[in-house]
């Protein structure tokens, strides 16, 4: 349990994917206009990325080990893998939640795109391969939802931000994109402040 705890903690705070490696940047500043479509937009993520580690480590463990293609054929297939996920999100929340979705817009396609979703599926794969199936699965997986609590945390605060900064006094010059990274930047500075503790 405390292997478990250690990795939520450092996949949120520490290694964040988007505040501490700067991965998935585009969607991070694109979707992070308004709370609502963040929340939305970090529901997709987690499920494609706790779902994408499951079934790649399974992938990996069962088709591309045993027939000795991992060197060659792992990237290819994670993102098709990747790929496959994100058109069952995008059919789904057209069906269930078209606001939702129309709010989205392109950022959602490009979630398979995304290369925080693909940099979860590597980032401990060679670790996680040498364990049995089932740990190898349960950790991979915790991975990539933590991940995904971590890009969604950090795409909710961003939202909250950049509400607060339409109504600020910003200067002409650096209204919209310019304040939303300057802002990104103090946000990954005091994430910095986690390195080390776990």
Request: aromatic share 12%; glycine share 8%.
């Amino acid at each position: 349990m405390r292997e478990y705890l250690a990795l939520m903690f450092g996949m949120v705070f520490v290694q964040n994917f988007v505040l501490n490696q700067f991965l998935g940047i585009c969607p991070f500043i694109g979707v992070s206009k308004k709370r609502d479509s963040a929340i939305g937009m970090g529901m997709a993520v987690i499920f494609v990325m706790g779902l994408a580690c499951f079934c790649t480590m399974l992938v990996y463990k069962l088709v591309l080990i045993p027939f000795h293609l991992e060197e060659y054929l792992d990237i290819i297939s994670f993102i098709l893998i990747i790929a496959a996920l994100v058109q069952f999100i995008e059919i789904v929340m057209k069906k269930a939640t078209p606001e939702l979705y129309r709010a989205l817009g392109i950022y959602l396609p490009l979630i398979s795109t995304n290369c925080a979703v693909l940099g979860s599926t590597q980032m401990r794969l060679l670790d996680y391969a040498s364990l049995p199936l089932p740990e190898a699965l349960l950790k991979n997986t915790a991975l990539g939802v933590f991940g995904g609590v971590g890009f969604t945390l950090a795409l909710y605060l961003m939202s909250c931000i950049r509400e607060r900064l339409e109504l600020a006094p910003v200067p002409p010059a650096l209204r919209g994109i310019p304040i939303a990274f300057l802002a990104a930047a103090g946000m990954a500075l005091s994430f910095f402040g986690f390195t080390g503790i776990v």
